[in-house]
């Protein structure tokens, strides 16, 4: 991954998009066979729709609902998608587009377009569903739609199901699709991996670039525009996975630092601590990925401390990884580690397992430990059905609780941060005050925080980490004096000999 070359988009392939109809298929076959229900209807969504800015004819840059996404893979807005469960046969409807599209947006492509560049049986025209449909079904009464609606448990969303003109001639299923549709979505195929590999590759290349190209005086917007540049201009990346995170000092310790209201505009400081969330998406497939390293590119003995609790606790989480381990047990052992690791640098005292006990881990990562990830940077399933939320504090923040599956992809993204809205009452409570070492404590106000994290996609003995980035000091700080990634032996042993002075 050295800077002279770089990667470049691979072809996009559409038979994803078929294997994973096929995929729903199957699994909504195998349901209503086991609940002795009759095996016709048809599985029927709605694609997105583009968006103006409010009140006036701006519009936003469209990106496809995610669900239909996954099963049609259509770029454009305004369609409509539907599969025969009896026959198996895949049928899109597309928007009539009026005569003067031609003029201000472009050609008005054929049906038999979509139907090639889709790889579905049939393309029809959105006015039109009522009538297909119903000439299409092969049971008897009404026609059975099973409709998207669910429950998103990351952002408590329901998703909404499909709308059409003559709805009143079908009948509806609503609760059916969404669990079994959601539970395909967890497990990726061959190809979903290739498409989040690339989107790793890309955005990893991309952090690389930023850590070469960071100054002390810059803005932090400086280097969301080095990420989003390189993912785009190399990777053919329109849009992102979220928002970048581009926090430095103690903007750090904000968790989704970036927003409107924190627009990643503060200026870097010598003795920094950057933290940079960023992921670029590839045909709806996206990355997350964190590097956190000192804007000056030399850690200090403080931030040698921080940064290695975090990586001793994503390496080893990362080492545990494997089918039918449940997260739970993972977010636990990060918490842990961190907490061995500050009482080690003096700024706990006291038994660790006590600590653990009273979820003193939360105090320094109150967020999960990673989420599923895929055509959303939180991809859904989660929590599958019976399970619970946990109450407990840092617990209660995990987006899953799952045992690990093969085929699974998932971030591992412990961090430390010291927040005041946090430590201060902790400090005050009698539970948890005696394991602060609070002269300590206050040499870290204004530190912020640090944040590691990786993909990694759940093999069938352990994982395999598709995020390829500098990760031990040694490596940040060679890569940040212009050494080539992944380091070549002449650039470890500079390295190591440059080390050897102090």
Not at 115 to 130: G, H, P, Q
Not at 335 to 355: A, C, F, H, P
Request: contains cysteine; hydrophobic residues 35%.
């Amino acid at each position: 991954m050295a800077s002279s070359s770089h990667l470049s988009p691979p072809p996009v392939p559409m038979e994803l998009h078929v294997t994973s109809r096929q995929k729903i298929l199957n699994s909504l076959r195998h349901h209503l066979s086991h609940s002795s229900r009759p095996l016709h209807g048809f599985v029927f969504l709605q694609g997105g729709e583009e968006q103006t800015r409010h009140d006036t004819d701006h519009i936003e840059l469209f990106r496809q609902e995610s669900y239909f996404a996954y099963l049609f893979g259509v770029a454009e807005p305004g369609f409509y998608g539907a599969i025969d469960i009896a026959s198996g046969k895949s049928i899109l409807f597309a928007p009539r587009l009026p005569a003067d599209y031609a003029v201000w947006l472009g050609e008005i492509k054929p049906l038999v377009h979509f139907k090639e560049r889709y790889m579905v049986d049939v393309v029809y025209y959105t006015d039109e569903i009522s009538k297909v449909l119903q000439d299409e079904y092969q049971g008897s009464g009404k026609p059975l739609l099973f409709l998207l609606h669910g429950l998103n448990t990351d952002s408590n969303n329901f998703s909404k199901p499909a709308e059409f003109q003559g709805m009143d001639k079908f009948e509806t299923d609503l609760t059916t699709l969404h669990p079994i549709l959601t539970e395909c979505r967890v497990i990726k195929s061959d190809l979903e991996l290739g498409l989040i590999q690339f989107a790793n590759d890309i955005s990893s290349e991309a952090h690389v670039e930023v850590m070469r190209k960071i100054r002390v005086g810059m803005k932090e917007y400086q280097l969301e525009s080095m990420f989003l540049h390189h993912t785009y201009m190399y990777g053919g990346c329109r849009h992102c996975s979220y928002t970048c995170i581009c926090a430095t000092g103690g903007n750090s310790a904000v968790l989704h630092y970036g927003h409107a209201a924190a627009p990643n505009d503060r200026t870097l400081d010598d003795g920094d601590m950057a933290l940079l969330d960023m992921g670029a998406e590839y045909h709806f497939y996206g990355s997350d990925i964190t590097c956190s390293f000192p804007v000056n590119g030399k850690f200090t003995s403080d931030q040698s401390l921080i940064y290695n609790a975090v990586l001793d606790a994503h390496d080893a989480v990362i080492s545990a990884m494997k089918p039918g381990v449940t997260w739970i047990d993972m977010h636990k052992l990060s918490e842990k580690i961190v907490l061995e690791s500050l009482q080690r640098g003096g700024i706990l005292v006291g038994n660790v397992d006590d600590m653990m006990v009273e979820r003193l881990g939360a105090v320094f990562m109150p967020h999960g430990l990673g989420h599923f990830l895929g055509l959303d940077t939180h991809d859904p399933g989660g929590y599958s059905k019976g399970m619970e939320r946990p109450k407990e504090p840092g617990l209660k923040s995990l987006r899953t609780i799952r045992e690990l599956q093969e085929g699974m992809v998932i971030t591992v993204e412990p961090g430390c941060y010291f927040i005041d809205a946090l430590l201060v009452p902790a400090m005050e409570n009698s539970k948890t005050a005696r394991f602060f070492n609070r002269e300590a404590i206050i040499r870290f106000k204004g530190f912020g925080g640090v944040r590691i994290e990786s993909d990694l996609h759940v093999t069938a003995n352990g994982c395999r980490n598709m995020t390829n980035v500098p990760r031990k000091i040694p490596e940040i700080e060679a890569v940040m004096a212009g050494a080539p990634w992944p380091l070549d032996k002449a650039s470890v042993d500079s390295q190591n000999g440059e080390a050897s002075k102090f």
